[in-house]
Every structure is written in C-alpha cells, then in structure tokens.
C-alpha cells in the first residue's frame, strides 16, 4: 500500500544553518507529493506541493523536488530562522487510492538563536 | 486558508461514555476527513465523507463513526471512548471542485481528547 516516510526527529539547527529533511514514498499511482508545516496548538498548514515528476515546489524559502527515479521529495532551505521552529510533516495523495493523503510521521524541528 | 472549525478545542471525559467532536467549514467543500494525530504515527484516516450522507471508512476507523447531514458540518462520534482513543483529532476538507489528487487538504485547528 501507499506510505510515506521521512527522516526521524527531533532536529536542532542554529539560525542560518541549512535545512534537508528527507522524504521517500511507495505509491501505486501517480502520486502529487505535499510538505504541511504545524506549529505548537494549531492544525496543519500547506508549505508547498508538486503533482508531477520533477517539479519544483517553494514557499518562503522552503523547496522540494519531485524525484520519481528515487521515489523522493525531500525539504530544504538554505538559512533557517527561529520561526521556522515547527513539525514538518511529508504527505501524499494519489488518485489510484481515491485521492486519499498518507502522511508521514513528521520531524520536528527548532531552530535556536 | 479555508474556515474550518472545530469544537470542543479541548475534551476531558471518562472511559465509557460518548463523545461527539464537530467540525464546520464555510468553504463549501466537498470532501471532509478526520484525522487522529499520536506520536510516531502521524496522522491517521478515520473516516471521509464525499458528500451529504456519504461516508466511507478510513485507516482506523473502528470504534467511531461519523455523520453529515450538512455541507459544512461533520461530526465523528465515539460511542464509548477507551482511554486508547486519548490524542488530537483533526478535520480536513479538500476544495470544493471534487477530490483530485493535486487538491490541497486544509486543516482545521484541532480537537484534544483525553479519555480517564
């Protein structure tokens, strides 16, 4: 079945620091691949997406690239700050599932001064 | 961001009674989902809804069951809560041209239960 998987927690960087959370996937389709961002006592927001092989998604600094060849679609930024302090969760959805999400357990990450 | 909410934010209750968590959104959004979210697991699929009074069963859906009678609302019910049923519980909605893979889900803030 469908699954993701990314790198365990926790993370500490300091500010500026460069960031690669990694993030593989098994899927029967063809699946668009998406990183939520979750800070302390909220839900799940967007950080960015990408629906086909070897696109790009970027938002706020953050990218990922859509790997098909190695199953991939790890997280960077180049210069992390304090308010990036969040979990970041890994998730795809494909249509040969109903267009249901699985998620990855998340990693946690803060980013001290 | 789309308007979901969620109620009760917070929820104490004992081992064996019932409990009913809402979600509402203004989006009017086909697709709504709940979620359970516990340490290393992620989240987890409870049940969907696809439309008024559909609904199908997700990951882990024994011992809950859902209902919608409306667009905007969807409700998760637990019969009779365990103490395994403690954790935070999340609606989702996807938007409102149909599920699609590339639709983005959006989530709501989060319901946490603790069952004693």
Redesign the interface.
């Known amino acids: 079945g469908d699954s ?1 998987t990314q790198m365990e927690g926790p993370v500490t960087l300091s500010e500026e620091a460069f960031l690669t959370i990694n993030c593989t996937y098994t899927a029967t ?4 691949l ?1 990183w ?1 961002v979750q800070y302390p ?6 950080l960015l ?1 990408a ?1 086909k092989a070897d696109d790009k998604g970027s938002n706020k600094g953050f990218e990922a690239t859509y790997r098909k060849e190695t199953t991939s679609f790890h997280l960077e930024k180049g210069s992390v700050q304090v308010s990036d302090s969040a979990v970041y ?1 890994c998730a795809l ?3 040969n599932t ?4 699985y ?4 990693t946690s990450l803060t980013v001290i001064p | 961001d789309a308007g979901i909410t969620q109620s009760p934010r917070h929820k104490v209750t004992e081992t064996g009674t019932p409990v009913t968590l809402r979600c509402h959104q203004t989006e009017n959004h086909r697709y709504m989902y709940w979620y359970r979210q516990d340490p290393g697991h992620g989240l987890r699929l409870i049940h969907y809804s696809y439309g008024v009074k559909d609904t199908d069963k997700g990951e882990v859906s024994d011992g809950y069951s859902v209902s919608r009678s409306k667009t905007e609302d969807f409700l998760l019910t637990l019969e009779s809560a365990t103490s395994s049923q403690t954790s935070v519980y999340f609606c989702a909605t996807t938007g409102a041209s149909g599920a699609s893979s590339t639709d983005t889900q959006y989530f709501g803030p989060g319901t946490r239960l603790t069952v004693l």
């Open positions: 993701v389709g063809y699946p668009s998406f939520y006592g909220e839900g799940l927001q967007l997406k629906t969760f959805s494909d249509p109903g267009n249901q999400f998620f990855g357990t998340g």
